[in-house]
């Protein structure tokens, strides 16, 4: 039953159990308002706030904290991936 | 930032990351659960559920200065970027009157525009020094 599998990503089959699939959903639910920014290279940056890991400790950053300084922003697919 | 919870954050950072670089990430690593901030910065993948490696350079005053995204495979180039940042804070040190031109590093001669460097950039900078 469990084989082993290229690593991929879950999804529903779209359908309750024992059932066929059915009709798939509409793309979820990106309010409009997030939905508008957008990067441009000469605009602000949109802000936000997360929760962080820093040094030990569990904290919460926002970008707008750090106004006056230089700020490298990295996204990555995920921790413990490879490069 | 990535989806992962500060829990994994933690647990990459005290038992991987930590034997890397000696005393661990020295920055926040933050948590986007369900890409949200990702979405808004276009770097989330909807299907896969993760972000991409998405690298943005923001200024003193809250503005990009420059973006980079790369699928997953592939790693960034730290040095890159800290050069990018070099090169911006120097333009912005200099107020804007001096520009990096291309492989700018350090140490290397800047342009100064004007009406004087119009037709004549070939005359103080050769193709060579886009290169090491």
Same mark, same amino acid.
């Given at each position: 039953?469990?084989? @082993? @599998?290229?690593?991929?990503? &879950?999804?529903?089959?779209?359908?309750?159990?024992? @059932?066929?699939?059915q009709e798939e959903e509409k793309e979820p639910k990106i309010s409009e308002k997030e939905k508008k920014t957008m990067?441009?290279?000469?605009?602000?940056?949109?802000?936000?706030? &997360?929760?962080?890991?820093?040094?030990?400790?569990?904290t919460s950053s926002k970008l707008s904290d750090y106004l006056g300084k230089w700020v490298v922003l990295c996204f990555y697919p995920g921790d413990f991936t490879f490069v | 930032?990535? =989806? !992962?919870?500060?829990?994994?954050? /933690?647990?990459?950072? +005290?038992?991987?990351?930590?034997?890397? =670089? /000696?005393?661990?990430?020295?920055?926040?690593?933050?948590? !986007?659960?369900?890409? /949200? =901030?990702?979405?808004?910065?276009?770097?989330? +993948?909807? +299907?896969?559920? =993760?972000?991409? %490696?998405? %690298?943005?350079?923001? !200024?003193? +005053?809250g503005i990009v200065q420059g973006f980079e995204v790369l699928t997953p495979p592939v790693g960034r180039n730290v040095g890159e970027t800290l050069r990018q940042v070099q090169a911006f804070q120097l333009v912005r040190n200099s107020k804007g009157s001096e520009a990096a031109p291309s492989g700018w590093k350090p140490g290397k001669m800047t342009l100064k525009p004007g009406p004087e460097l119009v037709g004549k950039v070939w005359e103080v900078w050769k193709t060579e020094m886009a290169f090491d």
């Open positions: 039953m469990a084989e @082993e @599998e290229k690593i991929g990503c &879950a999804r529903p089959t779209g359908g309750p159990v024992g @059932e066929p699939p990067i441009m290279v000469g605009k602000k940056a949109p802000d936000f706030s &997360a929760p962080a890991y820093n040094k030990g400790k569990f | 930032m990535s =989806v !992962d919870s500060v829990f994994v954050h /933690k647990m990459w950072n +005290d038992n991987e990351l930590s034997k890397m =670089v /000696k005393g661990g990430v020295p920055f926040p690593m933050l948590s !986007d659960a369900g890409g /949200k =901030v990702g979405t808004v910065y276009g770097i989330y +993948d909807q +299907d896969a559920g =993760v972000e991409t %490696r998405g %690298r943005f350079l923001i !200024d003193p +005053d």
